[in-house]
């Protein structure tokens, strides 16, 4: 049986928001689009939205919600996501945040 506290011990000594992070690529990986993408470019969908969590006090352990909201309004395409990201997109933090309440 795996033993949870270790484990999370152990990712939070590598990054102390590990578990966090790996909620956030979780949520991603089941996106079909998903598949097509690299390592990194996973990550820094990652990054950004991880970024966006913890710049929000609101959040709550919303996370779930913060990734079903940045899906949505990509309808579901990681690709166009992370180019919106690399693009820096204006108001795109502002456009997931108002579809996190929708959700």
Known sequence: ????PEVVKQLEEKDE???T???????LSSVDSAKDLSNE???EIVDYL???YFSNDDMNYLYPKLVEAALNV???DLNALLSSIRDEQDGLEEQIL???DLV
């Open 1 to 4: 049986m795996l033993n949870y």
């Open 17 to 19: 928001y590990a578990v």
């Open 21 to 27: 992070k790996l909620a956030i690529y979780y949520e």
């Open 41 to 43: 470019d996973i990550g």
């Open 50 to 52: 991880h970024d966006i």
């Open 74 to 76: 990509f309808d579901y």
């Open 98 to 100: 108002d579809e996190v």
